[in-house]
């Protein structure tokens, strides 16, 4: 029982529960094995595997998985519905399991979150404990633990940054979009890079202090039910008053986005581009429009 | 006298002009890239050579701007490197100050500037596909059968222009396709094409942005009249195209290189250089880089492509010697 292997790709809901996953597996024992930073090979390991029509960051987790087939005992891979009463998450993350399972020939590890139905992160989270051996109460420990560093160490961050968003007499842009898209190798890092380049401070919107998401989208939006984008609109609209510009960043082709950007960009009254990612591997267009955009930002800055 | 040289080289055409102190433009010249921007640039550069007078025109400033700008920036060792929104809103504002919008369309990028009191406040550009731009104006011609250089002129002979979806350009040839053989005129197919451009454009590139008069549209799709008529149509109010429209971006980033604090002495040698460009990849981890070099005369010049220090390929060489 001892030693299990968990392999984690570094890729979609990685960038949302690093800690909670890294931090269950390891207070029962396991060890856990995650992929590398998203990488050329992994991109084309993850294009093979994947249907056409897939959106980048999915054909990204693809390469990842496989990148850890035969480096662990079990792959995980959760299925994710519902997270709140009247709300979803995209078509990919409750398809994940399925598809990653009928893809590759490993043993998957899954927990199934679907609160509409009674399927609560803590009893997934018990279920997948129990299949790995482990008690009720073991697994029930694990994971109460695991969720509070989650939040102890989501506040620090959210706190750190906050304190930076009021002093810093930098320029200030907000990168915008799902984080599985903010912090990868391909998508959001390479945007970072050249706004770093520049002297920029950046902020990210899945890193915020006390937000109100109900309250902020309902100006927004009343029909909206995507749980990543909701909190993502209202994060938006939170941050608006207090940076000097906004970089949304989508993977394509997304369908939530493809609906919530034309709401945000309908919404924001400062400077905002939105950069859509897909496979290519030229960046020359990417550059020319994050340039103009902080052109144009440091040119308002000057005229205020 | 001193003089700046501003250079605008996009996938199609590369623009170059030659201004003096008071932004007057004592040479120009617009020709065709041809997918060689290295050739472009000395063809270019031989040809504003023979338009100014050498023994008394000293340029002492070079900007590039345009998709290649990295590339001949390093072979004309330019002063400035400035992106095509800046580069077009500065050249556009010396000429008309008091511009609030500029529609650009070429080749295969199509973009909006919006500008208040004379400084840029906002852009927005064409995301991942090339509907609607050059590009697909000239495929759509050489279907037609007709010289992109009519296309404007017989879309004004139009009545009646025929609808054609222009969202996506697989779908406008099969719909341009289909209206031909149901008997629609050609002169209202090819109004129809100029309609969809414009309206692919303004719900695209200009959704959601508040246009406002004067109204400035450049780029070479600029040249089509029939364009510029279905924008005059669609957005009601006059549009004005330049006859220097095509030059803006090279006259602005030569301003630019005008108002830069670092200055040069260039006198056309390089056109006689050789330039070569070599695609290497870097072995330094699984991301495969890969990494352009430039030569000049056989030695390395500059390289770009790699995504960390491991194949930072120029600053290495220099630190080797």
New interface residues.
């Given amino acids: 029982m001892n030693n299990i292997k968990i392999g984690i790709p570094k890729a979609l809901l990685y960038y949302k529960y690093s800690i909670l996953w890294t931090a269950f597996f390891e207070k029962l024992g396991c060890t856990v094995v995650l992929s590398p930073d998203t990488n050329k090979d992994i991109l084309e390991m993850g294009i093979r595997k994947s249907l056409d029509e897939s959106c980048l960051a999915m054909k990204i987790y693809m390469g990842h998985v496989e990148y850890l087939m035969d480096k662990c005992d079990y792959v995980l891979v959760p299925r994710l519905k519902c997270l709140k009463k009247k709300e979803q998450l995209c078509t990919n993350f409750q398809a994940l399991y399925d598809l990653t399972q009928n893809v590759f020939d490993k043993q998957i590890l899954t927990y199934n979150v679907d609160l509409e139905k009674g399927f609560t992160e803590e009893k997934g989270f018990i279920a997948m404990g129990k299949r790995l051996g482990f008690s009720k109460v073991q697994a029930l420990n694990a994971y109460n633990l695991a969720k509070l560093s989650e939040e102890k160490q989501k506040k620090k961050k959210a706190k750190e940054r906050s304190v930076i968003l009021k002093t810093t007499k930098k320029l200030k842009i907000l990168l915008a979009g799902h984080p599985y898209n903010l912090y990868d190798d391909f998508i959001g890092k390479q945007i970072e890079a050249v706004l770093k380049n520049s002297d920029i401070e950046v902020f990210y919107s899945d890193v915020y202090q006390a937000l109100d998401i109900d309250k902020e989208i309902e100006p927004i939006s009343k029909s909206n039910y995507w749980t990543f984008n909701k909190e993502m609109i209202a994060s938006i609209a939170y941050h608006e008053p207090l940076v000097d510009g906004i970089i949304l960043i989508t993977s394509f082709p997304c369908g939530p986005d493809s609906l919530s950007n034309e709401m945000i960009l309908r919404n924001v009254h400062i400077p905002i581009i939105n950069l859509i990612i897909d496979e290519s591997d030229s960046n020359t267009g990417l550059i020319t429009r994050i340039e103009s955009f902080i052109d144009i930002i440091e040119e308002r800055k000057k005229h205020e | 006298m001193n003089a700046y040289l501003g250079v605008d080289i996009g996938s199609i055409s590369t623009k170059g002009v030659v201004i003096d102190e008071e932004n007057n433009i004592l040479a120009s010249d617009y020709i065709w890239t041809k997918g060689n921007p290295i050739d472009a640039v000395k063809r270019l550069m031989n040809s504003l050579k023979d338009q100014v007078d050498n023994d008394r025109v000293k340029i002492i400033g070079i900007g590039t701007t345009g998709?290649a700008r990295k590339l001949i920036g390093s072979m004309l060792n330019a002063t400035v490197v400035?992106?095509?929104?800046?580069a077009h809103a500065i050249g556009t504002l010396s000429l008309y100050p008091d511009v609030r919008t500029i529609f650009e369309i070429g080749g295969q990028?199509s973009k909006i500037i919006l500008i208040e009191?004379g400084?840029?406040?906002?852009?927005?550009?064409n995301?991942?596909c090339a509907a609607g731009t050059g590009a697909f104006l000239s495929s759509q011609a050489e279907r037609l059968g007709v010289a992109v250089e009519d296309f404007g002129k017989i879309a004004l002979t139009s009545q009646k222009p025929t609808k054609i979806a222009a969202r996506c350009t697989v779908f406008a040839e099969s719909d341009l396709v289909h209206k031909a053989q149901m008997g629609y005129k050609k002169e209202d197919i090819i109004a129809g094409l100029c309609n969809s451009v414009v309206s692919n454009y303004l719900n695209n590139v200009g959704?959601?942005k508040k246009i406002y008069s004067p109204i400035i549209f450049q780029g070479g799709v600029s040249k089509n009249v029939g364009v510029k008529k279905a924008f005059e149509n669609e957005v009601g109010t006059e549009v004005i195209v330049d006859k220097n429209g095509h030059l803006m971006g090279a006259l602005g980033v030569a301003i630019l290189s005008k108002n830069a604090t670092n200055k040069t002495n260039f006198d056309f040698s390089m056109a006689d250089e050789e330039f070569e460009t070599k695609g290497v990849e870097c072995n330094g981890?699984?991301?495969?880089c890969?990494i352009i070099c430039v030569s000049k005369n056989h030695q390395m010049i500059d390289s770009w492509g790699n995504?960390c220090s491991k194949g930072d390929l120029i600053n290495k060489k220099k630190s080797h010697y």
């Fill in positions: 998709s400035k992106n095509e929104i800046t990028d009191d400084i840029v406040t906002d852009y927005a550009m995301t991942l959704k959601g981890c699984s991301n495969h890969e995504r």
